[in-house]
């Protein structure tokens, strides 16, 4: 039997469908909660981290997603095995797939999150475009078309430039800018073609681009009885290649007034489709302060520990406790949005070679800490970095009372950050936290492109992998308080003509 609105229970074990930061992050929620975790795990990551936190653990398959964390059907058979009450699918894989929700509910499983016929009027772009418009929400001027003569025809008419979309994508996958008639072809058949590859759908759709927009999201939390709020916004502008890299809260360019009127229309348009758990709208936020929806993500999103911060909530909780029947503990007027928070994707990639992914692994790994400092890491010394999956090692968040002390403590933490085996944007973050026009808070979603400085480089922060060690060995003799461990470690380095090494001669670890 299903789970039904009118029931009420506590779960005692959930499955989590995911693996590594996430699936982590997850854990430790129920663990707080009291409740038990079952972790799945692919060949490749028999010796995860998440594996290792979990209470229990299943294998579900080979290292490729399809042949693991893409199987509902192994999933649910884990979670029946080993006892669960239900399954939370954390971001990606089968987290809006709702199918799978249905697949949970015939299995007597319940679906930590929101409803399949939510996630299906919501799923397709074009269907939620639709959906939102009738709901009252502001939409960008866009068109549906069959072949590459509509869409010159439909450009011209919404006015160039213009954004093709897959209906049926995410994560900047089968997205392409057209500046004039001459380029549409090309990006017809391009946009088309990585929309089949990736979502097995080749439909893609046209949209009015909106000349130097933020990318602004607001986060929402319903529950089954309909109450529904929004857990203010996060700024998600500063991205590569469409996909996001740092994020903050509160967004720069955003006045208070702005964000309560994104707000009221982000839990009007979750009312409008039956919401309920944690899902996210995200809108285009022009200069002249108008804003456009662009689409609902209806899972908990990577960037989720900033709101966190900002808000005292822990939506992971929110979620368990929506999902067992609970209504909302509390109204929007209860809800504040207290300092400023800002998260770094520290990634696996090698920004010498454009970014490409570096997988392989980590020798030695030092984490940050200190006064409001947060990682949300899937990794240890030791572990390996997959080529099969997303190379996310860790999600770096930060609070402080306000965006330029923020900026500060996001600095300061990042320069403890130590990582060696592999290679990292670490360095690439440092260097963005020191742009002018960062620091001001002046950036829109093509601000990356824009900078050059920023699209790649050789770094000191990797090619030292060496002194890098040394530091790793200082930090770890002084943490354990070994007499002498960490003088011992910097006379045996001090022939190294290096900046690192000069770094931590001077005290500053």
């Given at each position: 039997?299903?789970?039904?609105?009118?029931?009420?229970?506590?779960?005692?074990?959930?499955?989590?469908?995911?693996?590594?930061?996430?699936?982590?992050?997850?854990?430790?929620?129920?663990?707080?909660?009291?409740?038990?975790?079952?972790?799945?795990?692919?060949?490749?990551?028999?010796?995860?981290?998440?594996?290792?936190?979990?209470?229990?653990?299943?294998?579900?398959?080979?290292?490729?997603?399809?042949?693991?964390?893409?199987?509902?059907?192994?999933?649910?058979?884990?979670?029946?095995?080993?006892?669960?009450?239900?399954?939370?699918?954390?971001?990606?894989?089968?987290?809006?797939?709702?199918?799978?929700?249905?697949?949970?509910?015939?299995?007597?499983?319940?679906?930590?999150?929101?409803?399949?016929?939510?996630?299906?009027?919501?799923?397709?772009?074009?269907?939620?475009?639709?959906?939102?418009?009738?709901?009252?929400?502001?939409?960008?001027?866009?068109?549906?078309?069959?072949?590459?003569?509509?869409?010159i025809a439909a450009a011209g008419k919404i006015?160039?430039?213009?954004?093709?979309?897959?209906?049926?994508?995410?994560?900047?996958?089968?997205?392409?800018?057209?500046?004039?008639?001459?380029?549409?072809?090309?990006?017809?058949?391009?946009?088309?073609?990585?929309?089949?590859?990736?979502?097995?759908?080749?439909?893609?759709?046209?949209?009015?681009?909106?000349?130097?927009?933020?990318?602004?999201?607001?986060?929402?939390?319903?529950?089954?009885?309909?109450?529904?709020?929004?857990?203010?916004?996060?700024?998600?502008?500063?991205?590569?290649?469409?996909?996001?890299?740092v994020e903050e809260t509160p967004s720069p360019?955003?006045?208070?007034?702005?964000?309560?009127?994104?707000?009221?229309?982000?839990?009007?348009?979750?009312?409008?489709?039956?919401?309920?758990?944690?899902?996210?709208?995200?809108?285009?936020?022009?200069?002249?302060?108008?804003?456009?929806?662009?689409?609902?993500?209806?899972?908990?999103?990577?960037?989720?520990?900033?709101?966190?911060?900002?808000?005292?909530?822990?939506?992971?909780?929110?979620?368990?406790?929506?999902?067992?029947?609970?209504?909302?503990?509390?109204?929007?007027?209860?809800?504040?949005?207290?300092?400023?928070?800002?998260?770094?994707?520290?990634?696996?990639?090698?920004?010498?070679?454009?970014?490409?992914?570096?997988?392989?692994?980590?020798?030695?790994?030092?984490?940050?800490?200190?006064?409001?400092?947060?990682?949300?890491?899937?990794?240890?010394?030791?572990?390996?970095?997959?080529?099969?999956?997303?190379?996310?090692?860790?999600?770096?968040?930060?609070?402080?009372?306000?965006?330029?002390?923020?900026?500060?403590?996001?600095?300061?933490?990042?320069?403890?950050?130590?990582?060696?085996?592999?290679?990292?944007?670490?360095?690439?973050?440092?260097?963005?936290?020191?742009?002018?026009?960062?620091?001001?808070?002046?950036?829109?979603?093509?601000?990356?492109?824009?900078?050059?400085?920023?699209?790649?480089?050789?770094?000191?922060?990797?090619?030292?992998?060496?002194?890098?060690?040394?530091?790793?060995?200082?930090?770890?003799?002084?943490?354990?308080?070994?007499?002498?461990?960490?003088?011992?470690?910097?006379?045996?380095?001090?022939?190294?003509?290096?900046?690192?090494?000069?770094?931590?001669?001077?005290?500053r670890v």
């Amino acid at each position: 039997m299903g789970y039904h609105p009118s029931m009420s229970r506590s779960f005692t074990k959930v499955l989590v469908a995911n693996r590594g930061e996430i699936a982590v992050r997850i854990m430790r929620t129920l663990r707080e909660m009291g409740i038990g975790s079952v972790a799945v795990y692919s060949e490749a990551d028999r010796a995860s981290l998440h594996v290792r936190m979990a209470d229990e653990a299943v294998a579900i398959g080979p290292a490729p997603a399809a042949e693991s964390y893409l199987r509902g059907d192994k999933i649910i058979a884990a979670a029946k095995k080993t006892g669960c009450d239900a399954i939370h699918p954390g971001y990606g894989f089968l987290s809006e797939n709702a199918d799978f929700v249905d697949e949970c509910e015939r299995a007597g499983l319940v679906f930590i999150g929101p409803p399949a016929s939510a996630m299906r009027q919501m799923g397709s772009k074009t269907a939620a475009r639709k959906k939102m418009e009738e709901a009252g929400v502001p939409i960008t001027p866009g068109a549906m078309c069959d072949t590459t003569e509509e869409a010159i025809a439909a450009a011209g008419k919404i006015g160039y430039p213009v954004m093709l979309k897959a209906a049926s994508g995410g994560g900047g996958k089968g997205m392409r800018l057209v500046h004039a008639p001459g380029e549409m072809a090309n990006a017809w058949e391009r946009a088309r073609s990585e929309a089949k590859k990736f979502f097995s759908d080749d439909t893609v759709y046209i949209e009015k681009a909106v000349v130097g927009a933020r990318h602004v999201e607001i986060q929402v939390l319903g529950d089954r009885s309909g109450n529904c709020v929004h857990v203010f916004e996060r700024d998600c502008s500063i991205q590569r290649r469409n996909q996001k890299v740092v994020e903050e809260t509160p967004s720069p360019g955003a006045t208070r007034e702005v964000i309560a009127k994104m707000g009221a229309i982000a839990v009007q348009g979750a009312k409008a489709v039956g919401y309920h758990s944690a899902g996210t709208f995200e809108f285009l936020l022009a200069p002249d302060s108008s804003f456009y929806f662009l689409e609902m993500n209806t899972r908990l999103q990577v960037e989720h520990p900033i709101t966190e911060l900002v808000s005292g909530l822990d939506l992971v909780r929110e979620m368990v406790l929506i999902a067992q029947g609970s209504d909302l503990a509390f109204e929007q007027k209860d809800l504040t949005s207290r300092g400023a928070a800002i998260e770094c994707r520290v990634y696996a990639e090698d920004p010498s070679t454009g970014f490409l992914p570096s997988p392989g692994r980590i020798d030695q790994l030092v984490v940050p800490g200190g006064p409001g400092v947060r990682d949300d890491g899937g990794a240890y010394p030791g572990c390996m970095i997959s080529s099969f999956y997303d190379p996310l090692i860790s999600k770096l968040s930060v609070w402080a009372p306000n965006r330029e002390l923020a900026l500060a403590r996001m600095r300061r933490a990042l320069s403890e950050y130590v990582v060696t085996g592999i290679r990292t944007n670490l360095a690439f973050h440092e260097k963005l936290l020191a742009n002018p026009d960062f620091i001001a808070g002046k950036y829109d979603t093509k601000f990356l492109e824009r900078e050059v400085a920023l699209q790649g480089y050789p770094t000191i922060r990797e090619e030292n992998r060496e002194a890098l060690a040394v530091a790793v060995a200082i930090a770890a003799a002084r943490a354990e308080r070994v007499s002498g461990a960490a003088t011992a470690l910097e006379g045996a380095s001090a022939n190294r003509v290096s900046p690192w090494v000069a770094h931590y001669r001077s005290g500053r670890v």
